[in-house]
């Protein structure tokens, strides 16, 4: 396999120290002992994260909701796990802990084994570059005052990504197979499919190693689905990214990932490899979960 200079090139930003960075740890660097290259790639240990709900009365107390229980989960360089569950289990909640944009109430994450901690943007520019997130409906997640050049140029302007960026972004735009022409047009000129095509190039412009998928395909209809998730599937594939994808699908996760967890208010019931989980199922709700499958009669 021939190498792809647009994810496979070395990329001086995450080597150089980042004078901002000072006060808060080292700067990405491949020979930063601070970086554990042979570790998991994400590594969650002991989440939790709770909400206060209001009064039910004036005189009783605020009510509590338990997003996040206790959950601990790992994720290896190039792998692909699905979390999976009910609305209400927990699954964005966990990945907002993930993505360093919500404070867990205990536990921590490390990514390459380094903290991924809460704090002013430009402490975490290092993780915004490595971590890159694809949300559930593109249609929001795109500015719709933004043309598509702008928009999937943006995370190369805000995090410092040296470099041309309109190469890049006519790059990325071909890798999720669009015409760069389309750079000057706006997201409401286009179909729900190729709005998540302009997300995922986007996410993939500043050269990231991970993609996050909050629900990526549930807005789309069947058809479009299936484009989208042969295309992640083929770049995770290619260029060795890794995947987290929450779903409520197991149809989606079976799919790409190679790991799954199960969720059900906010604790991890079952976790482990996809074949396994889906084939020989050991907790109630994950067998519970499979029985809901619907499927076709016989014909």
Do not use: N
């Amino acid at each position: 396999m021939t190498a792809d200079p647009l994810f496979d090139a070395a990329d001086p930003s995450l080597d150089a120290a980042d004078p901002s960075l000072d006060a808060t740890g080292p700067s990405l660097d491949a020979a930063d002992p601070s970086l554990d290259a042979a570790g998991p790639l994400f590594e969650a240990t002991g989440l939790r994260r709770s909400y206060r709900l209001p009064r039910t009365s004036p005189f009783g107390p605020p009510g509590v909701r338990h997003a996040v229980r206790d959950v601990t989960l790992r994720l290896a360089d190039g792998a692909a796990l699905g979390i999976v569950g009910e609305s209400g289990s927990g699954k964005s909640t966990l990945v907002r802990l993930l993505l360093g944009l919500d404070r867990p109430d205990a536990g921590t994450v490390r990514y390459r084994g380094r903290p991924v901690v809460p704090g002013r943007p430009r402490a975490l520019r290092w993780f915004r570059r490595e971590v890159q997130v694809v949300f559930q409906d593109p249609a929001g997640s795109l500015d719709p005052r933004m043309t598509v050049g702008a928009a999937v140029a943006e995370p190369l302007v805000c995090l410092g990504v040296p470099g041309d960026h309109d190469e890049r972004v006519d790059e990325v735009l071909r890798a999720v197979d669009l015409d760069p022409g389309v750079r000057g047009r706006y997201p409401h000129e286009f179909s729900g499919g190729q709005r998540q095509r302009i997300a995922i190039a986007r996410a993939l412009a500043p050269r990231p190693r991970v993609l996050v998928g909050d629900e990526p395909v549930s807005a789309l209809d069947v058809a479009v689905r299936a484009q989208i998730l042969d295309l992640l599937g083929q770049l995770a594939a290619r260029h060795r990214l890794g995947l987290v994808l929450v779903s409520h699908d197991l149809g989606v996760v079976s799919r790409l990932c190679d790991q799954i967890a199960v969720m059900r208010g906010g604790t991890l019931v079952e976790q482990g490899a996809t074949g396994d989980v889906l084939s020989r199922p050991a907790h109630p709700y994950t067998r519970a979960l499979l029985a809901a499958v619907p499927r076709l009669p016989p014909p």
